[in-house]
């Protein structure tokens, strides 16, 4: 009997340094994931049982750090979204420049931070669709040289108003899956 249930699909890129491992699609169809992974040049493809699926998405993000990586950031709360934004494009545009006027124009608890944020040694994106193509979530993830961290849109309220900024949380290899399958779940089967 063919399984009904829909296709959940994730990609995910992680990079350090000069690595980079793609995983092109995971898809998922009843009980069976089918997995293509470029890396160094050279593809892999597999079909696994799902029940393997959360050590397949650890293993993509166990990378190496670098021995000479910079300091990881400082544990804050948040940081301001618009300003993880804007600092991440100015230095994509290569306008450091810009990116001193932004940082200089942080509150001072977040400067150290954003300048260590935006100087990880890898990152980590995983994307999820269902069939007809519309995303069901996305995971963003840094590596530092203590370890990956997620970055977590939220909302802080305080007295002058609500605010969108971005949690800096402590992620392991292990955690991907259990990320993912918070926005997976709700995807109707």
Known sequence: MK???????????????????????????????????????????????????????????????????????ADVPALPWDLVIGTGAALAARRPDLYDVLVAGADSAHREALRRLHRAVGRLRAVGTVSTGSRVGWVSWVLHADGWRALTPCIEHGASGSRPMVRLERRRPEDLAHDVARWSAVVPR
């Open 3 to 73: 399984s009904t249930s829909p296709a959940r699909t994730v990609a995910d890129t992680a990079a350090s340094g000069a690595t980079r491992l793609a995983s092109g699609a995971r898809s998922i169809r009843g009980s069976t994931v089918h997995a293509t992974a470029t890396a160094g040049g050279e593809v892999e493809d597999r079909r696994f049982d799902v029940r393997l699926w959360r050590s397949e998405l650890a293993r993509a993000c166990r990378v190496t750090v670098p021995d000479d990586a910079p300091a990881p950031p």
